[in-house]
């Protein structure tokens, strides 16, 4: 698990398999990330955000609050 800081949207946790840890921490700058958003509260809230590595694997949370 990753905890990861969002500038707008706070903390995400990323589940990635401890055997991964390593690769997920060296390409974690040039991964593709993708955001889900919706409207909660009249806030926009991020709802997912999945990040894929060069080599196409895909790592995502959907556990997001969006606070």
Avoid: C, N, W
């Amino acid at each position: 698990m990753f905890l990861i800081r969002d500038a707008h949207f706070g903390y995400v946790f990323v589940p990635v398999l401890e055997e991964d840890h390593g690769v997920f921490e060296k390409q974690f700058d040039s991964m593709k990330r993708e955001y889900e958003y919706d409207i909660a509260d009249d806030r926009l809230a991020l709802v997912s955000v999945a990040y894929t590595t060069t080599d196409g694997q895909t790592y995502r949370s959907s556990d997001v609050s969006g606070s």
